[in-house]
């Protein structure tokens, strides 16, 4: 039970992604745990996915549903996936704004409702770009960061969605930001008009290239401490850490099925995520080649599950229970999702990491450069590069024990305890 002398009601707001929802579920459990009361306000394409988890839902806007929503994703991106980061920027990068503040300015007027009959005690928002419902409603708010922390603070470091590495050519960077102000500017002032339109502060780029302002109260960003930038820069002012909030529970129990059980070979778990399991091309070329390796594979299917057929060393569905699936691994392949990167070293696996867009870029180096993983180009990787990066991976004894330290440390972490006190000590 919590040490709070009264239970809170707290309201969580995360962009309606799995990523980011399964970030949020990670701090609602422990709050939950600590007697409090826990509301999600959610679009209603996800009714009855948060409910399970034994928190409320309060659902707002049209019911689209979210693997509809990826699938249509893929359908108009898929060459731009193709590009490198720097290419992205000029259509991919342009889009995914356009859409989030689209996004925003559509649910603005739901928020302001769902606040104004829940009355929350506080509310903890997850996303990149300003919600004047939630930083004019007189409430303590949270900003949780759960994607790569790059953008809190560049100094000395690569530009966030960048993917380059840290010792990288800094003339590049440069190159990369102008890129970057050159797309993003018009959006971001038209952005700013709406937000003071609204009657909320305007914003005044101290994060960016993050279209928000550091909250007030409390600000949080989801990051394995080993993969953490303070090495190169200094610890992000109004920030704190989170890195043992990972979802312990899930709603569905596994099972290594039984036709894996009595082969041999290492077992391996491959998830592109909600984006890259829907392009079907993709997971298609991914399973080809992974049927020629001699080791098992579970396989997160996606939305597109029921078009492709598996190998007899691979066991898949449409939606799999990934924390229950992780603790049983030798080892990883991924897209990179930070929700999911913190979820991995939580239970120490190492990974190879096949990033599409975005932050994954920022953590498949990362990954790569601290020697947690291997980076590999997602599209364009040969048959030999990704069979011999798992023989590497798995022969790698030293980074087995460091990975296991490492989530032993992580797990008897009290970080869990202090951000909730955090939390808490808002009120």
């Not at 040490?3 to 399964?22: A, E």
């Not at 993003?184 to 502060?201: F, R, Y």
């Amino acid at each position: 039970m919590s040490s709070s002398k009264q239970q809170l009601k707290i309201l969580f707001v995360p962009l309606d992604t799995l990523g980011h929802i399964n970030a949020s579920i990670g701090i609602a459990e422990e709050l939950k745990q600590r007697g409090h009361r826990i509301v999600f306000g959610i679009a209603t394409g996800w009714k009855g996915k948060i409910s399970p988890y034994g928190f409320e839902e309060f659902l707002y806007g049209e019911d689209t549903k979210p693997a509809q929503i990826y699938v249509d994703f893929i359908k108009a991106c898929a060459n731009e996936l193709r590009k490198n980061s720097y290419d992205q920027l000029a259509t991919f990068e342009h889009c995914v704004q356009r859409n989030l503040i689209n996004s925003v300015q559509y649910n603005d007027p739901f928020l302001r409702d769902i606040i104004k009959q829940i009355q929350p005690d506080i509310i903890i928002f997850d996303h990149y770009f300003c919600q004047p419902a939630i930083v004019k409603a007189g409430i303590p708010w949270v900003w949780l960061m759960s994607s790569n922390p790059l953008g809190l603070n560049e100094e000395n470091c690569p530009p966030r969605g960048s993917g380059y590495p840290a010792n990288g050519d800094r003339q590049q960077w440069e190159e990369f930001r102008k890129e970057f102000k050159r797309i993003s500017q018009p959006n971001w002032e038209e952005l700013n008009q709406w937000v003071i339109e609204q009657d909320a502060p305007p914003l005044t780029k101290q994060m960016w290239p993050l279209f928000q302002n550091v909250s007030p109260y409390l600000n949080l960003y989801l990051c394995s401490k080993e993969l953490d930038y303070t090495d190169l820069r200094s610890y992000p002012p109004k920030w704190i850490r989170c890195d043992a909030l990972v979802r312990t529970s899930d709603i569905c129990e596994f099972q290594i099925p039984e036709k894996l059980v009595n082969q041999s070979g290492k077992l391996i778990y491959l998830s592109m995520g909600s984006f890259g399991s829907a392009d079907l091309s993709l997971m298609t070329r991914l399973v080809n080649i992974l049927a020629k390796s001699p080791h098992r594979f579970l396989i997160s299917k996606g939305p597109l599950g029921d078009e492709y057929s598996l190998p007899d060393n691979m066991w898949g569905e449409n939606i799999v229970p990934q924390v229950k699936i992780l603790p049983l691994v030798d080892l990883v392949i991924t897209h990179g999702g930070n929700n999911t990167i913190t979820e991995i070293f939580y239970f120490g696996k190492p990974l190879i990491v096949l990033p599409l867009f975005g932050d994954q870029f920022d953590n498949a180096q990362r990954i790569e450069e601290k020697g947690f993983g291997i980076r590999l180009s997602t599209y364009s990787c040969t048959e030999e590069e990704l069979l011999n990066a798992i023989e590497t991976l798995l022969a790698d004894k030293q980074l087995e024990e460091k990975l296991k330290i490492i989530s032993k440390e992580t797990r008897e972490s009290d970080n869990r305890t202090q951000i909730a006190q955090l939390i808490e000590d808002l009120i």
